[in-house]
């Protein structure tokens, strides 16, 4: 018999559960959320935000930032006429700035809970069966065990690396994105499997400071998901200016280590080669979290891909249930997770919640960062859609030259026929930030023509894209 009743139980405190629940709860639905994962938290309290939070997007994104003061310092300072003389970086100091500033929002996270009245429950979130209208969920605690009824479940238990057989992840030698964030010394050799968006953040990170970073790729063509023409000029950036090396069409043979390295046995359309590291990162995707959930006992319903099968509204087959984020299709991305996890909470509550997954944005924070929404040039085509497009060079931008870092490019397409922007495509400074401006013009259905005619403040990287939309028209000012 259930020990607490509530309207709404999220099962899983990431980025779409967190935001679920703190939407229900300022709805006025009685709300609690599930959570057991403590990661690294010192005492072993569970903490929220998920993979997000706590070892994904922001300790990269702060790592990130780290590695690329380290490499202004060492080589972007000089063009400013800025002496900077023997410029090391300790990795312990960097670590513990990364790990404060996730202890900070994740402390934040329990601080919202408390503000909005949801109750954390600390412990594995399962179905347990249905009495009545009202679901069964247990919460498997490290001491004890107790259910909870519900009267709507929110499935928000997000994803975990993919690995590979035949690969063991120890996340000290052989790594995930969780010890690739924790390394305690930059690698003299780092090789990486797999060029998608974290093997290449976590990749430039390292080398940045120092190691010689070697990617592996199964695919032939680099960021198929990208629009080519972005995926061009980032090849010749990262491998021609950056010196990154990036194998393409690679098959993994075998992978063995020693007490000296790590040995990976491949094969590329050149023939069997042998790559020798210190560390081995893998980075192949991820996948969705669905393993002890008990859905199976209650007759959830999962896709061919292994998520829970869910229509545009997050709907599953099952009476109140339902599930955001990564454990559904679409991009495994955090901000697609929040939206999804705020439109389940007011449809529950009786509003007219909605995403629209034509506009979510996508961002590689490499350097030069790599952003776009809609669709791209070979999508376009494919669809049989004609098109017009803009393209304008950073390099062209005043505020671009003034920071020393003019890289890239903007680049609109917009329909032949009525104008309306079908997809912004953008490799550059800040490009994860200027996207903003893009998405929120498709979501309001916006033309080129309005951009065209939006006065934008000068001089700022924003001109880029104002230039990009006149350039539909063939009218660009600058360029």
């Given at each position: 018999?259930?020990?607490?009743?509530?309207?709404?139980?999220?099962?899983?405190?990431?980025?779409?559960?967190?935001?679920?629940a703190?939407?229900?709860?300022?709805?006025?639905?009685?709300?609690?959320c599930?959570?057991?994962d403590?990661?690294?938290?010192?005492?072993?309290?569970?903490?929220l935000?998920?993979?997000?939070?706590?070892?994904g997007?922001?300790?990269?994104?702060?790592?990130?930032?780290s590695?690329?003061?380290?490499?202004?310092?060492?080589h972007?300072?000089a063009a400013?006429?800025i002496?900077?003389a023997?410029?090391?970086?300790?990795?312990?100091?960097?670590?513990?700035?990364?790990d404060?500033i996730?202890?900070q929002?994740?402390?934040?996270?329990k601080?919202?809970f408390?503000?909005?009245?949801?109750?954390l429950?600390?412990?594995?979130?399962?179905?347990?069966?249905?009495e009545?209208?009202?679901w069964?969920?247990k919460v498997?605690?490290q001491?004890?065990?107790?259910?909870?009824?519900?009267?709507?479940?929110?499935?928000?238990t997000?994803?975990?690396?993919?690995?590979?057989?035949?690969?063991p992840?120890d996340n000290i030698?052989?790594?995930?994105?969780?010890?690739?964030?924790a390394?305690?010394a930059?690698?003299?050799?780092l090789?990486v499997?797999g060029?998608?968006?974290?093997?290449?953040?976590?990749?430039?990170?390292?080398?940045?400071?120092?190691?010689?970073v070697t990617?592996l790729?199964a695919l032939?063509d680099?960021?198929?998901?990208?629009?080519p023409?972005?995926?061009?000029e980032?090849?010749?950036i990262?491998?021609?200016?950056?010196?990154?090396?990036?194998?393409?069409?690679?098959?993994?043979?075998?992978v063995?280590?020693?007490?000296?390295?790590?040995?990976v046995?491949?094969e590329?359309a050149?023939?069997?080669q042998k790559l020798?590291?210190?560390?081995?990162?893998v980075?192949?995707?991820r996948?969705p979290n669905?393993?002890g959930?008990g859905?199976?006992s209650?007759g959830?319903?999962?896709?061919?891909?292994?998520?829970?099968?869910a229509?545009?509204?997050?709907?599953?087959n099952?009476e109140?249930?339902?599930?955001?984020?990564?454990?559904v299709r679409?991009?495994?991305?955090a901000?697609k997770?929040?939206?999804?996890?705020?439109?389940v909470?007011?449809?529950?509550?009786?509003?007219?919640?909605?995403v629209?997954?034509?506009v979510i944005?996508?961002v590689?924070?490499?350097?030069?960062e790599?952003?776009?929404?809609?669709?791209?040039?070979?999508?376009?085509?494919n669809a049989?859609?004609?098109?017009r497009?803009?393209q304008?060079?950073?390099a062209?931008?005043g505020?671009?030259?003034g920071?020393?870092?003019?890289?890239g490019f903007?680049r609109?397409?917009?329909?032949?026929?009525?104008d309306t922007?079908l997809?912004v495509?953008?490799?550059?400074a800040?490009?994860?930030?200027?996207i903003a401006?893009?998405?929120?013009a498709?979501?309001?259905?916006a033309?080129?023509?309005?951009?065209?005619r939006?006065c934008?403040a000068?001089?700022?990287?924003?001109?880029v894209?104002?230039e990009a939309a006149?350039?539909?028209d063939?009218?660009?000012?600058?360029f």
């Amino acid at each position: 018999m259930a020990n607490q009743q509530f309207d709404v139980v999220v099962i899983g405190g990431g980025p779409g559960g967190y935001v679920a629940a703190i939407r229900a709860a300022q709805l006025g639905l009685s709300t609690a959320c599930i959570e057991s994962d403590a990661y690294a938290d010192p005492k072993g309290a569970v903490r929220l935000g998920g993979t997000c939070l706590n070892v994904g997007c922001i300790p990269s994104k702060a790592l990130l930032r780290s590695s690329e003061l380290f490499e202004t310092a060492n080589h972007g300072f000089a063009a400013h006429g800025i002496t900077a003389a023997t410029v090391k970086m300790d990795v312990a100091t960097m670590l513990r700035r990364k790990d404060a500033i996730v202890t900070q929002l994740t402390t934040g996270i329990k601080g919202l809970f408390k503000k909005n009245k949801v109750t954390l429950l600390a412990g594995r979130g399962s179905f347990a069966g249905r009495e009545g209208a009202l679901w069964q969920i247990k919460v498997a605690g490290q001491d004890a065990a107790e259910v909870v009824a519900a009267r709507h479940v929110i499935v928000a238990t997000g994803s975990a690396p993919r690995h590979l057989d035949g690969i063991p992840v120890d996340n000290i030698t052989i790594c995930d994105n969780v010890g690739a964030l924790a390394l305690p010394a930059v690698p003299q050799r780092l090789g990486v499997i797999g060029a998608g968006v974290i093997g290449l953040e976590l990749g430039s990170v390292w080398q940045r400071l120092g190691s010689a970073v070697t990617i592996l790729e199964a695919l032939p063509d680099f960021l198929a998901a990208a629009d080519p023409a972005v995926a061009k000029e980032a090849w010749k950036i990262f491998t021609r200016q950056q010196g990154l090396k990036i194998n393409l069409g690679v098959r993994i043979k075998s992978v063995k280590q020693t007490k000296k390295c790590v040995t990976v046995d491949y094969e590329t359309a050149a023939g069997t080669q042998k790559l020798e590291c210190d560390k081995l990162i893998v980075s192949v995707g991820r996948v969705p979290n669905v393993a002890g959930l008990g859905g199976d006992s209650v007759g959830l319903q999962l896709d061919e891909r292994g998520c829970i099968a869910a229509n545009e509204h997050c709907q599953t087959n099952l009476e109140n249930v339902w599930a955001v984020g990564d454990v559904v299709r679409g991009p495994m991305l955090a901000h697609k997770a929040m939206e999804e996890g705020v439109m389940v909470a007011e449809l529950i509550a009786g509003q007219a919640g909605h995403v629209n997954y034509a506009v979510i944005p996508w961002v590689i924070y490499t350097h030069p960062e790599i952003a776009w929404v809609g669709q791209t040039e070979t999508q376009l085509k494919n669809a049989g859609i004609e098109y017009r497009a803009g393209q304008i060079p950073f390099a062209a931008n005043g505020r671009a030259l003034g920071q020393g870092d003019s890289s890239g490019f903007v680049r609109m397409l917009a329909c032949a026929r009525t104008d309306t922007i079908l997809g912004v495509h953008i490799i550059g400074a800040n490009a994860s930030e200027l996207i903003a401006e893009a998405v929120t013009a498709m979501e309001f259905g916006a033309v080129s023509e309005d951009i065209a005619r939006i006065c934008h403040a000068h001089p700022t990287l924003s001109e880029v894209m104002h230039e990009a939309a006149l350039a539909v028209d063939k009218r660009a000012l600058h360029f």
